[in-house]
């Protein structure tokens, strides 16, 4: 049973670094892409990015410049940093897996484990 | 990038059928998975694929496509089905990025 333990500091000041990250227990690392996703307080879910075990990223457009999610192989662990936070940024940010599914008729991405969320809340 | 839309709102009578749908051109291109959310708690996935389900998700759950659109069915919604529902893919315009619908709440009557 693949689990998920996330953490990081839950309240920062405008302008400072979000730091967060992501342990995956009992199953393998390798094989999936591991993304990071966000929500703020009565909104939806925003994907903010995703990493491989080869360190293969792919970010949100409208966060990339911000953004960077890392992984360290060793410890099965990926972590994601996000730069300058405002309030707009505070929100619940969940850890999850990605993966893939195929058949003849098509694709579909989907994430099948998460963690339980941590809340990161901007504020001076 | 590609969007997702889905309406905000749902309501079904207990024990009814419900559709809940997700629209966008990425859905031409790939399958839409989805996600049941109760407060406070973390996304579930719920359907993915064709019309997959994983493991302890009850068989009243279906999903289906046409088109753009994708659909979640809930055939007899019971009152634990009252949730939040989001939809998501893959972008289809042309960069590997994920995309989520806005979430549909719905409330079981």
């Known amino acids: 049973q693949v689990q998920l333990q996330q953490w990081g500091a839950g309240l920062l000041k405008p302008s400072e670094t979000l730091s967060l990250t992501c342990a995956v227990y009992?199953?393998?690392?390798?094989?999936?892409?591991w993304s990071w996703i966000r929500q703020p307080p009565g909104k939806g879910l925003e994907w903010i990015g995703e990493?491989?075990?080869?360190?293969?990223?792919n970010y949100n457009p409208s966060l990339k410049s911000r953004v960077t999610i890392s992984v360290d192989t060793s410890k099965n662990q990926f972590s994601l940093k996000l730069s300058s936070v405002t309030a707009a940024d505070t929100a619940v940010y969940y850890c999850?897996?990605?993966?893939?599914?195929?058949?003849?008729?098509?694709?579909?991405?989907?994430?099948?484990?998460w963690g339980k969320g941590t809340t990161v809340t901007v504020s001076s | 990038s590609s969007e997702l839309t889905q309406d905000p709102a749902v309501s079904v009578a207990l024990g009814q059928t419900v559709r809940i749908t997700c629209q966008g051109d990425?859905?031409?291109?790939?399958?839409a998975s989805w996600y049941q959310q109760k407060p406070g708690q973390a996304p579930v996935l719920v359907i993915y694929?064709?019309?997959n389900r994983p493991s302890g998700i009850p068989d009243r759950f279906s999903g289906s496509s046409s088109g753009n659109t994708a659909s979640l069915t809930i055939t007899g919604a019971q009152a634990e089905d009252e949730a939040d529902y989001y939809c998501?893919?893959?972008?289809?315009?042309?960069?590997?990025?994920?995309?989520f619908g806005g979430g549909t709440k719905l409330t079981v009557l």
């Open positions: 990425s859905l031409r291109s790939y399958y």
């Open positions: 694929g064709k019309n």
């Open positions: 990493i491989n075990h080869s360190g293969s990223t």
């Open positions: 998501n893919s893959r972008d289809s315009s042309g960069n590997p990025h994920v995309v």
């Open positions: 999850a897996r990605g993966n893939n599914y195929y058949d003849s008729s098509g694709y579909s991405h989907y994430m099948d484990v």
């Open positions: 009992g199953g393998s690392f390798s094989g999936y892409y």
